[in-house]
């Protein structure tokens, strides 16, 4: 059976799609590789030339969203604008892709006769919820454009289950990290960030007193998320996928310090706007509706990270 993955050119997409592909699915990825590229799926065209295809498009595109979700089973949205800044700098552009975009891909999965839309989501719905773990029964209160477009995506999703009974689920991400999420980028993601800095011989900047905490997991994880997600009952609702762990961004430095063999004090600088201070999953719904369990520890996650991060910073 074929399954679409939206957003598979990029970090998370890029290791949904090896998994399906591994599984014996069928898969089409479908991206317009604006923060993604096509180095993330090396090598698929050659092993899986059969039941592997990439689509370049825009989810915004209605008439080609129809021609390439036609005949798919499960729609697994990841494409995004990812990343707070980004939507800070850029509001407009978000809300775009993130609202108007993932509208037309539920719109659209629900005409083609699509079965399942699995929705890409994010902790930062949460905003600076008063207590921890954050679990999917307090209210929303997102901190940024982004925040507010992920959230977004969540309602259409629930709205069009209810109205349609179509079956969609949001999968609220909390910091996921590993292999190929990209360390150039301005808008990197703090683990690929620190990582990179340390290996040019470089303390990493922390914006804050590095007191924050995340909730950071590991990519195979969420990929795992995404298969149950697929496969249950779920519907209609948001479920957190985090690893039930939190780390301060300074015990972050520490453990990097201790895989790479480098003695870093972090630099200091101011707080930025729209970060949380706190995040911490709760994930009893993720096991209980899902049957998911993390299984990869956190510095477990960072040695492997380190280990595809090493040789490109040669
Ligand atoms: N990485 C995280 O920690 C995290 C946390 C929470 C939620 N998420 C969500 O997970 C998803 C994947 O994030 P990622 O970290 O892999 O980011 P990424 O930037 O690596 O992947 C996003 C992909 O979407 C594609 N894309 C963007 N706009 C598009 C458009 N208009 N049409 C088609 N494709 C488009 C990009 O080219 C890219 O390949 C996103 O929806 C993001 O919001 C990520």
Same mark, same amino acid.
């Given at each position: 059976m074929l399954d679409v993955v939206t957003g598979g050119a990029g970090f998370i997409g890029s290791h949904l799609t090896r998994a399906l592909l591994k599984s014996g699915r069928e898969v089409r990825v479908v991206d317009d590789l604006s923060t993604g590229s096509l180095e993330n799926l090396n090598g698929l065209k050659t092993s899986f030339n059969e039941t592997y295809e990439f689509v370049e498009l825009d989810i915004r595109d209605t008439e080609g969203l129809k021609r390439v979700l036609d005949g798919a089973e499960i729609v697994y949205h990841q494409a995004a604008i990812p990343s707070v800044q980004r939507s800070i700098e850029n509001p407009l552009r978000s809300n775009h892709v993130n609202v108007g975009g993932t509208l037309n891909v539920l719109a659209v999965g629900h005409e083609v006769g699509v079965r399942k839309v699995v929705y890409a989501s994010s902790s930062s719905v949460y905003g600076d919820s008063e207590s921890l773990p954050k679990i999917e029964a307090m209210e929303a209160r997102p901190l940024s454009p982004y925040a507010v477009s992920k959230f977004a995506g969540e309602l259409y999703g629930r709205t069009l289950s209810r109205i349609h009974r179509f079956p969609t689920v949001g999968l609220r991400y909390f910091n996921v990290f590993g292999?190929?999420?990209?360390?150039?980028?301005?808008? #990197? #993601?703090?683990i690929p960030k620190f990582i990179t800095r340390m290996l040019a011989g470089q303390p990493p900047v922390i914006y804050g007193d590095g007191e924050q905490s995340r909730d950071f997991t590991y990519v195979e994880d969420v990929v795992n998320a995404n298969l149950l997600a697929a496969d249950s009952d779920a519907s209609g609702g948001s479920v957190n996928v985090g690893s039930g762990e939190r780390y301060t961004l300074n015990r972050l430095v520490g453990l990097l310090n201790e895989i790479l063999g480098t003695t870093f004090e972090p630099l200091y600088e101011e707080p930025r706007l729209g970060d949380v201070r706190h995040s911490l999953a709760g994930i009893d719904v993720a096991e209980s509706e899902l049957g998911y369990f993390p299984e990869i520890g956190f510095r477990e996650g960072l040695e492997r990270t380190v280990d595809w991060i090493e040789p490109l910073s040669h």
């Open positions: 292999p190929r999420q990209n360390p150039a980028s301005r808008y #990197a #993601a703090v």
